[in-house]
Each structure stands twice: as C-alpha cells, then as structure tokens.
C-alpha cells in the first residue's frame, strides 16, 4: 500500500511538472552590470526565451536605438527619441558583454505554459515595424520599466514588487549611486544642472524599477507567489577599483576663483581679466538658455523646475557684451547679481531641488565677479 501511494505521488508530480512545462519554452530576466559609458552607467535589462520546439535561443532587448539617424542628436535633445525592441542571439548578446567586462545575472521565470506562450506572442508581435518602436524617457519608459510592464501583463496573479530601496529615497539620489560608483564627477556634475526639481521628489516602489538592479532585487523578493524559479550569473568578474579623478567640477571651479581672485588684486592684467568676465558671464547667460529650452520645448519631464536658472541667469549672456561699460544701469545690474547670488548660497541648503555642491565655488565667483563689476 506504502509502495503505491509513493509511485501514485511519483506519477503525480512527473506529469504535473511535464504539463506546467508543455509549452517547452524558459524565459528569463537578464540584468546586465554597468559599463563604463555614460550610457551604460546604470545598467540594462533583456528578456531571454529559449524555445525547445524551434530550437533557438533569443535575446528580446528593448535597449536599442539608431545612432546613424541624422536627426539623432535632435530627438535626443528635444526628448523625442525612439527606442525600439530588437531580437538577437543569446551567443551574440554574451559575448558582447562579456567582451565589454559587464557581468549577467539570469533568472528564469517561474511562468505556466500559457503564460510563457502568451508572452513569447506578444515579443513577436513587438518585433513588427508598426509595434517596435517608443518614445524613451529614462525614468519612467525604459527597457527595463518595459520588460517588468509585460511580466506585470501575463502573470497571474499579477506580482506585487516591493520597494528595495529606502522609502524616503529620491530620483537624484538613485542615479548619483551610480554615478559615485562609476567615479564620473563631471557627468554627475552636468546630470545636475539639467534635471530639475522633479528629480527630487520620493520614488515610489514602482518608479525604483526603472534601474535594471531594483527589478532584478524586486522580481525574487515578489510578495504575490514565487516568481523566480531560478537564478544565476551567466558569469563573474574580479572587483575592480575605480581609479581616481583628481580634477573634479569642485577642484576645477575652486581653482578657477582663485584665478579670478589673483588677477583682481594684483591688478597686472585688467584687460585680460575683463575679457574672462566677459566669458564667465557670456557662458553662464548661455547655459540659463539651455536650461530653458530644455524646461519649455522638449519632452523631457525631469528637466523642469529648474533651481539652476537661479544662478543661471539668462541676462547674464547680454550683460556680457557692456562688461567694460561705466553707465550706471550696467553697474546696477551688476549689483542686483552679487546681491541675489548672496541670497541663493545663504538658501543653498534649503531649496526644493538639491543643487551640486561643485557649484558653490562657481556660485561664489559669480557673486565676487558681479561685485567687483558693479564697483569699476
């Protein structure tokens, strides 16, 4: 009777494992490790489906992009470029990573077989011209926030991923993670001027997985069933130190002040440093436009709300052209700068977005340079 009952459970769970397996197909999440591009900084994410019935081994990667476009860098200014979902060979997408010194972890997808065949038919269907192609926005629409939408999609019951990161955790925060690990000073740098306010607002547990590693931590720790079956790194890698930058935005800026603040007192040089004011002012008038521009006329949601154009004053690029003017009105304005520039560094701390604190040398030459202009 014992014997029975155990070849009865043997039989059991053969066939129930053959049948949640009918569809032969695995897919997994592939979460690949940064690079050292911008571009790669923050990671990326793919779907792998191995499909017993056709023999293939396919990598769905949502990451793609034409960098050939001539409109190229237009789109990619104006918020309004279109990424697209591209199929490739698992070997392919493997060797490029590991040939770029990026590590792989897989997991596979505890998925039914209508479940794994509903989500290979929909890739497929992904893969058609009129499907393929979507505006990107890095926050919010990526190829990692696309690959957890269709897991969300087909799997029932639908996941409940929970928040890996602390509750109280902003957008600003989560890509300067990176970005100190990655030792890129001078992106972090301008990654801060662009983005506004909007960056500095909490995340919710759903806005955290718009990083590859925050989906691959939230899809095993899934508060809704087991969703991970397995999980594995395809292969690893030695840690490796970054090697450091001495010349950072803060150092660069605060040996630029101490430029400026030689050629005043020594008072060797006026024309030459009237022409670096001229500079200083034309250059800082120019990016406020930028800042601008990218706040009204782009796509680009984060870059609104700009604290920046408060040190960042457009005006600064025409007052640029009277910088050896003695009217009265030039002087003024002049004035009214050092005065505002002392009221933002006395706010620094306290303003809705947080401002990069290689800022604050530059903030204070601004201050010193509109002073002394408003004293000639």
């Given at each position: 009777m014992k014997f029975r009952f155990l070849l009865f459970t043997f039989y059991f769970l053969l066939f129930s494992a053959s049948a949640q397996d009918s569809s032969r197909i695995r897919i997994?999440?592939?979460?690949?490790t940064?690079?050292?591009?911008?571009?790669?900084?923050?990671?990326?994410?793919?779907?792998?489906?191995?499909?017993?019935?056709?023999?293939?081994?396919?990598?769905?990667?949502?990451?793609?992009?034409?960098?050939d476009d001539p409109s190229f860098y237009l789109n990619f200014t104006r918020g309004k470029l279109l990424y697209y979902v591209s199929l490739e060979y698992f070997e392919d997408f493997k060797n490029l990573y590991q040939y770029t010194r990026r590590e792989i972890t897989e997991q596979v997808l505890q998925l039914s077989a209508e479940e794994e065949k509903n989500i290979q038919q929909f890739l497929i269907n992904n893969l058609k011209e009129e499907n393929?192609?979507?505006?990107?926005?890095?926050?919010?629409?990526?190829?990692?926030?696309?690959?957890?939408?269709?897991?969300?999609?087909?799997?029932?019951?639908?996941?409940?991923?929970?928040a890996v990161k602390p509750a109280n955790m902003r957008f600003r925060q989560a890509i300067h993670e990176y970005l100190n690990k990655g030792g890129q000073q001078w992106s972090k740098f301008g990654i801060d001027i662009l983005l506004g306010a909007r960056t500095d607002r909490m995340m919710t547990a759903a806005e955290q997985q718009f990083l590859p590693d925050n989906l691959m931590m939230a899809i095993d720790s899934n508060r809704n069933g087991r969703l991970v079956s397995s999980s594995k790194k395809l292969y690893s890698l030695d840690a490796t130190t970054k090697p450091t930058n001495f010349f950072t935005p803060f150092v660069i800026f605060t040996l630029l002040?101490?430029?400026?603040?030689?050629?005043?007192?020594?008072?060797?040089?006026?024309?030459?440093?009237?022409?670096?004011?001229?500079?200083?002012?034309?250059?800082?008038?120019?990016?406020?436009?930028?800042?601008?521009?990218?706040?009204?006329?782009?796509?680009?949601?984060?870059?609104?709300?700009?604290?920046?154009l408060l040190w960042a004053l457009p005006t600064h690029l025409f007052a640029s052209f009277f910088i050896l003017s003695k009217k009265q009105f030039i002087k003024k304005y002049f004035l009214f700068t050092a005065l505002a520039a002392l009221l933002l560094?006395?706010?620094?701390?306290?303003?809705?977005?947080?401002?990069?604190?290689?800022?604050?040398?530059?903030?204070?030459?601004?201050?010193?340079?509109a002073w002394a202009r408003s004293n000639v």
């Open positions: 997994s999440l592939l979460t690949c940064p690079g050292d591009e911008l571009y790669s900084l923050f990671g990326h994410s793919a779907l792998r489906v191995i499909d017993s019935n056709s023999v293939t081994d396919h990598v769905y990667n949502y990451g793609t992009f034409n960098f393929r192609y979507y505006k990107y926005d890095f926050f919010f629409d990526n190829c990692t926030t696309r690959l957890r939408d269709i897991i969300n999609k087909f799997k029932t019951p639908t996941p409940l991923l929970p002040f101490i430029l400026f603040a030689f050629l005043h007192f020594s008072k060797k040089f006026p024309l030459l440093l009237a022409g670096l004011d001229g500079l200083l002012f034309f250059l800082t008038g120019l990016l406020g436009f930028i800042l601008i521009f990218m706040w009204t006329a782009t796509d680009h949601s984060m870059t609104k709300d700009n604290y920046n560094l006395m706010a620094w701390y306290f303003l809705p977005q947080q401002l990069n604190t290689a800022l604050l040398p530059l903030q204070l030459l601004l201050m010193f340079r």
